[in-house]
């Protein structure tokens, strides 16, 4: 029982280094961070954007050579003292919103935003209307075998 | 209705649903990104020339005149196929062409033009590729249209083809011509 015991932990441990594995594959680039909140606020700021070249990567994780230099644009502006808000402007600016993996809510991306509302409400009107519709068949009764319940 | 047909009616909506997307796919690129900066004045730059370094280009010395820029670099490899189309119809475009060169060592990128000739009247160097994010570059290669305000107004990522050349980039020098900028 011990070393199955042990051997959980083990496993947890693992699991737990694999994960961390991208965080550290992450930080590509030496950047002369002044403190450890800085680093973390760069990271997450990066995280939010979008690589233009390889678009299915943030700009924190991707390799690219436009990323790099993104990502050191970014540190710059950091160091210029610009808040997280007017460096996403700058690059929106030059990128469009396309750069944002959080798009903005406005008239375009209104479907974007309300479309899994409007699917929600249309699954839970189908679901009520089913639930309805079986509990009107009476309980004790098996319900009728009707030719359209074959398939 | 009978009920017996909604698994098909179902199905032929996913089907309808995704037909659309294969078709939406094909006809417009998602890869490509719309640059915001069209309608709005070109970013300002001052750079230096590929093969005079001591010397520099900036906006001021091209306003009043429209121009195209081009953004290639030895590297790119689609520039390859973009850059016979420039050779053959730059010149009847009646615009300067500026080469933007992009990310490059100035000896390769010398050695590209003199081995496969140079379309521009004047190529500028941008190696740190900071000026490219003014402007939004995200690869290249990449053109812009500005007309004599200064304003971008066309902007092609990916190789200029023949196609482009008569149906993007004439009319709306013609147009140009006509608003007398």
Redesign the interface.
Known sequence: MISCKRFHALAAMVIAVALLLPIVASAIDVLPFKDHAEEQRFQNLTRQLRCLVCQNESLADSSADLAKDLRLEVFEQMQQGKNDDEIKKYLTARYSDFVLYNPPLRGSTALLWFAPLILLLIGSFVVYRIVRRRAAVPRNQPPAASSEDDW | M???YV?LIGFALVAGLLGFGIHYMRNNSM?E?????IGKPAPAFDLPLLDQPDKRLSNADLSGKPYLLNVFASWCFACRDEHPVLMAEGKALGIPIIGFNY?DEPDDAKRWLSQFGDPYSVVIADR???VA????V??APESFLVDGKGIIRYKRIGAITPEIVAFELKPRLAAMKEEGS
């Open positions: 009978n009920s017996r698994p890869n990104v719309p640059s915001p900066l990310k740190e590729g900071r994010i003014d402007f939004g995200y690869g």
